[in-house]
T-cell receptor
Framework: GDSVTQMEGPVTLSEEAFLTINCTYT??????LFWYVQYPGEGLQLLLK?????DKGSNKGFEATYRKETTSFHLEKGSVQVSDSAVYFC????????????FGAGTRLAVHP | KAGVTQTPRYLIKTRGQQVTLSCSPI?????VSWYQQTPGQGLQFLFE???????NKGNFPGRFSGRQFSNSRSEMNVSTLELGDSALYLC?????????????FGSGTQLSVL
């Protein structure tokens, strides 16, 4: 069935380091792909999305490219800040319509000064 | 513009009781979805409502139910609570619930079952 797999955390980085969080999805249908972020005590916020192959989503310095050939949607940022510390979730739409999302397990990022 | 509002923020119940959680979507949004978040299972889809009709349902037992009112506000109910129902319940709204549409999440209701 449909699923999303993302790298386990926690990921610990120093400020200004390069970030990559890997995400792969099952290649069923033509899903839309998302990265959501959750800060402590809050709900999820959409970080970026891509709706078709080769699309690149970007926001706040974060980027991810929809790679159909490798079924991947890896999240990258060139220089992380302490304020980026949060849990990041990769997600895809379920085959068959509407906006039901399947989420990955989440990756906790901790950025130290 | 007000965001998605969930009430209450915290709930403590005992096994066997029932609970009702409330969600007020962003004004103008007609689709409301519910997700359960636990450390072990992560985020799991419960159900989605659009114009007072349930359009999608996840793999949860019948103890979990929901409804949507004409003003798009939604409630979910869990009957005969079990310890494993302890979780953060998140509500999300979107304009039409179309595939790929941005979801706006509330801060959630933290349910603890003792």
């Amino acid at each position: 069935g449909d699923s999303v797999t993302q790298m386990e955390g926690p990921v610990t980085l120093s400020e200004e380091a390069f970030l990559t969080i890997n995400c792969t999805y099952t290649a069923t249908g033509y899903p839309s792909l998302f990265w959501y972020v959750q800060y402590p005590g809050e709900g999820l916020q959409l970080l970026l999305k891509a709706t078709k192959a080769d699309d690149k989503g970007s926001n706040k310095g974060f980027e991810a490219t929809y790679r159909k050939e490798t079924t991947s949607f890896h999240l990258e940022k060139g220089s992380v800040q302490v304020s980026d510390s949060a849990v990041y979730f990769c997600a895809r739409t379920l085959s068959g319509g509407y906006n039901k999302l399947i989420f990955g397990a989440g990756t906790r990022l901790a950025v130290h000064p | 513009k007000a965001g998605v509002t969930q009430t209450p923020r915290y709930l403590i119940k005992t096994r066997g009781q029932q609970v009702t959680l409330s969600c007020s979507p962003i004004s103008g949004h007609r689709s409301v979805s519910w997700y359960q978040q636990t450390p072990g299972q992560g985020l799991q889809f419960l159900f989605e409502y659009f114009s007072e009709t349930q359009r999608n349902k996840g793999n949860f037992p019948g103890r979990f139910s929901g409804r949507q009112f004409s003003n798009s506000r939604s409630e979910m109910n869990v009957s005969t609570l079990e310890l494993g129902d302890s979780a953060l319940y998140l509500c999300a709204s979107s304009l039409k619930g179309d595939r790929g549409e941005k979801l706006f999440f509330g801060s959630g209701t933290q349910l603890s079952v003792l």
